[in-house]
Each structure stands twice: as C-alpha cells, then as structure tokens.
C-alpha cells in the first residue's frame, strides 16, 4: 500500500489565498482568489499568452462534500503529488498545469454527483466498491474512449492521494487501479501501441484552396487591406473630433439633399441584418460633422422620411484608397468598403495564421506565442523564427512549465512565411505578440493585452475566413476556387500541423525533412504524425487540380515546406 506523508499542513482559513504568492506565474489584473471565493480563478498560474484562464466552480458540488473536495484542491494547486504516489507512475507529474487542474476537478464534479444521487453523502462513503462500480459506469458510457476512461480514473488516484495528504483526511478509499495499475485494470485496447496520431489531415479538396486564397490575402491584397483600415480609422477619428456648427449642419443638408433630389442611394450600413441604417461615422468624416448632428437630423422635419429613404435606397461606403492587389492582372475588388474594414482585417490575421501554422508546423499555441521580432532580417541565407514551444516544456522537477522555453533549433521560415510575419508585425504592438488578442478585436485602439486569441475564437475566425474566400471566388468567377467543407469536419487548428506532415512524409525523405522542422529528437515521432493510415485515398486528384489559376504555385509551397 502507498504510504502518505504523516504531517499534515494546516487546515486552510477562509482568506487564505487560494494560490501561494510563489507560485504566481503571470501577476496581472485578475486578484489571487481566497478559499471562501465560490470561483477559484486560475489565472494566476498562467503565463502561456494562448492558452485558458479557467476557474474552478464551487457552486456545482453537492453540499455534503464540498469541504472536502474544495481542500484537496487547495492541497493539488499548491503543494506536489506525494512521491510515494508517484512510484511505478514514470509518466505522471506531480504538479498539473491549470487546465490540468481544472478538467481535474470536472472529473470531481461528475462523480460526486454521482455519489449524491446514490444518496452516499461525503467522500468517507466511497469505498473500494464504489469506485469498480464508478470506473464500470463511466467504461460503459456513450462514446466513452480508453484515453477518456484513464483521465477519469486518474483524476480520482489525485482526489484520494491529496484528501489523504492534506489537513482533515476523510478516510476515502484507495483506488484498486492504483494499486494494479490503469493498464491492467482496464482491458488492453486492440491495436495499441502504435503510437499512431488520430488527428485526422485536412483533405486536399479543402487544403489547397484554403492555402491558395491565405497566400493571396497574404501577398496580394495585405497592403489594401491595411491601408483601407488606416483610412477609416482617420474618418472615425475625423468624425469624433468635428465640431457641430450650424455651417457643417448646412452641409449634411446640402450632401443628403442632393442625393435624394437624384435619386441616388445614400451611404448605409447593414442594420439588425434586414434593414438599412445611415453610415453615420462615413458620412460625417466625408460632410466635415459630428455624427449626432446626423441624429439630431433624422428627428426633425421634414427628415423623418429620410431612414424609409436610406432603407430603400442603400448605398456602399467606398473608401478612395487605391487597389493594387490584382489576381490575373485584375483588381480584386472595384474599392473596400469603410463598413466591412474590421471584417477584412480578421481575416486578414487568419490568413496569417494559416500561412503561418501550415508551411512552418507550428503546434497552434507556438504560432499564438510568438511576438514581433521573432524573425530578423538576414541580409543572406535563410531566415528563423525563434519562439517558444510549450508542450514538453518542464521545470526541474519534471512538471510543465506554463511560460515554456526558448526553442532551442529555430524553425525555418520561407519566404510566404516571413511576409506573414511582416503584416502581422504591421498590426501587432511594439515589442508585443503577434496575435494579441485586444489588437485583433480591432476595435477603437485597445491597450495590448498580455494574451494572444484564444483557441474558440480562431477556430471561428477561420470558417469565416473559409466562407468569405468562397463568396469572392463565386463573384470573380472563380468557381474552381471555392472552399469545401472538410469530410472531416471544422478545420480547426491543430490539423494544420497534422496535414503538413501528411505531405511531408509522403515525399522521398520526407521524414527527415518533418523530424528537422519539428524538432523531434526521433524519426519515430514524426512517424506517429504521418501514420501509415491513408486517411485520403483522394491524394493530390481533388477540387483544387480545377482551379484556373496557378495549381503549379501550390505545389510550389508544398515543395518549399519540405
């Protein structure tokens, strides 16, 4: 049997701090939360810029066994498994990460809820038997996975080790898993071992134009884009610092007044996404007026008609920036409009990301870490990205480490890669992260954050993106162009590293070309990365060989990311 520590720590009051001033990794502007909060933030304990800021609910636990639950978290977040714990576990660590902590304590949730409906009131129920019976339940769930079934059955192995290590033990019972050990507990999966990636590749019929239409934003459209978003920034600016005088009052008059005795639509915006309202800022940067003139307008006679007018008659809001994007020697749009600037300067940043995350093989949360400077300039040779990597990233202790660590081979960065990296550096803040998550908001001029966007909100960022390249491929009569759902599902992030080295490994010395990039100590790695499994038997034959424009181009970047 495991034998815990035989002095205990004191029992936490209720302002003790939840984290331990020593263990604060990133001080910041969420407070260290105290033990009587009902939401424990995380926050503290994380330094990665991508990664999540949980908080762990309180209000979910059954009464009778929250005390005791609530104290083997406060024992999990500030002290060390016990070592005696760790014995014939090589792989477990003996601190967790705060999302390992939090989808720890989920795991507590759930089977204290159970306990309660069995009507099994506090942790000093739980017996040998009760937790077969819990292991069998949770086996015997829909779509419940070996992978899944482990976490669980761990997280009850910390629950027991650190209610036992701490202050007041309740007398739960020791897991028989820990005792025979997960593997031999639970009945050996067929096929295991082979230590096969399941992330499933992204298909080339999604893939190649998804790459064709980041690259375009990338190298042809950047400048546009970002001048537009400089443009309109100047005339929200101009329209807030305006003066209201009764000579600008004339002009709104004379410049509205003239386009209703023509007929001609009047500058709008999209409303409650059926209506048309006034393009209130566009307008009063063009007249020289604040917007609440145009307000203090619309009420007054005889203008009340003028919104029924305006939703008859809607008109763009060109911006007079010049177009110099061309795709087959033609503008790819007649102007930006001042309305859909926002919009376009996201997806501008998620063609970065894809260009950045695909051709290097990035993990997502070291593309989200990066920072401006991360790729000098060389006068000759080839350039680097220096960066952080995350995922095996260890104290001396062996536990993760959330700031991670300097990468100690840079990736390589071909050339689609470093212009990504040079628009990216034009958006973010000085000395800031590439991917700052107040500054890809876009809105107004938000003070930098200390985060990056987070995992949701790209995932999102790039169906759109998606969308939006097929909508201009049907109106530039590219049909051969458009973006088709993955037979997989959403695209998500972590695939793109997944697809890379799919193409990779499928070239004459891919493998070692995939272990350099990625900087896999054994070829065996990578193996695992570009598994044995044709996941597509559609191989470069897809949507995309349709495509009228330059086919040759793609296959170009897929050779160069070799």
């Excluded at 424990?40 to 639950?69: E, I, T």
């Excluded at 129920?125 to 019976?133: G, I, K, N, Q, Y």
């Excluded at 820990?178 to 009945?187: N, S």
């Excluded at 809001?317 to 033609?330: M, S």
Aim: charged share 20%; proline share 9%; net charge neutral.
């Amino acid at each position: 049997m495991t034998a815990l520590p035989a002095e205990l720590p004191a029992l936490p009051s209720w302002d003790t701090l939840v984290i331990a001033p020593s263990l604060v990794l990133a001080p910041g502007p969420v407070p260290v939360s105290i033990y009587a909060d009902e939401v424990w933030s995380l926050d503290p304990l994380v330094a990665n810029p991508s990664a999540p800021r949980p908080g762990l609910d309180w209000s979910r636990f059954p009464d009778p066994v929250l005390p005791q639950v609530q104290l083997a978290a406060w024992m999990m977040i500030n002290t060390p498994l016990p070592a005696s714990v760790l014995v014939g576990h090589p792989s477990w660590h003996s601190r967790l990460g705060p999302v390992g902590i939090y989808h720890t304590v989920l795991r507590w949730q759930r089977f204290t809820a159970l306990l309660h409906q069995q009507g099994l009131s506090d942790l000093h129920a739980v017996t040998e038997d009760v937790l077969v019976s819990w292991a069998g339940h949770i086996a015997r769930q829909p779509g419940a996975s070996r992978g899944n079934v482990t976490k669980d059955l761990v997280a009850l192995t910390r629950l027991w080790a650190f209610d036992a290590a701490g202050p007041a033990p309740s007398g739960m019972a020791m897991p028989p898993w820990h005792r025979l050990g997960v593997d031999d507990f639970l009945p050996r999966p067929p096929g295991a071992g082979r230590g096969e990636n399941a992330t499933e590749v992204i298909s080339p019929a999604t893939m190649g134009p998804l790459l064709i239409w980041a690259l375009r934003v990338v190298d042809d459209f950047a400048d546009d884009i970002l001048a537009a978003w400089a443009e309109s920034r100047r005339m929200a600016e101009a329209a807030v610092r305006a003066p209201g005088t009764p000579e600008s009052k004339a002009r709104l008059k004379r410049y509205l007044q003239d386009l209703i005795d023509r007929g001609q639509p009047v500058p709008s915006r999209p409303n409650a996404g059926y209506r048309h309202a006034l393009a209130h800022t566009y307008i009063a940067a063009r007249v020289g007026c604040p917007t609440s003139q145009i307000n203090g307008l619309q009420v007054t006679e005889p203008w009340q008609h003028l919104l029924g007018y305006v939703d008859a008659n809607p008109g763009p809001c060109p911006l007079e920036t010049p177009i110099t994007g061309r795709i087959d020697g033609e503008p790819w749009t007649a102007f930006i409009d001042f309305t859909e600037t926002r919009e376009l300067m996201r997806h501008l940043g998620t063609a970065c990301f894809i260009v950045l995350a695909y051709l290097t093989g990035m993990r997502p949360a070291e593309v989200l870490g990066l920072q401006t400077g991360c790729c000098p300039d060389v006068a000759s040779g080839q350039h680097l990205i220096y960066g952080r990597e995350f995922k095996n990233a260890c104290d001396e202790d062996g536990n993760h480490h959330s700031a991670g660590r300097l990468r100690e081979v840079p990736w390589v960065a071909i050339p689609p890669v470093v212009r990504a990296i040079r628009v990216l550096e034009k958006i973010a803040p000085a000395e800031g992260l590439l991917f700052d998550a107040a500054t890809h908001t876009f809105v107004n001029t938000p003070t930098p954050s200390t985060t990056s966007l987070r995992y949701s909100g790209l995932r999102t960022r790039i169906e759109a993106f998606a969308s939006w390249a097929s909508r201009l491929a049907l109106r530039l009569g590219r049909e051969g162009e458009l973006i088709p759902d993955d037979p997989h599902g959403a695209i998500g992030l972590a695939r793109f590293r997944r697809t890379l080295a799919w193409h990779i490994a499928r070239r004459p010395g891919g493998l070692v070309a995939l272990a350099i990039q990625y900087g896999h100590m054994r070829t065996a790695v990578s193996g695992g990365y570009a598994d044995p499994r044709e996941l597509h038997q559609m191989g470069e034959k897809s949507q995309v060989a349709s495509s009228r424009t330059r086919l040759h181009g793609l296959r170009r970047y897929y050779e160069l990311a070799a």
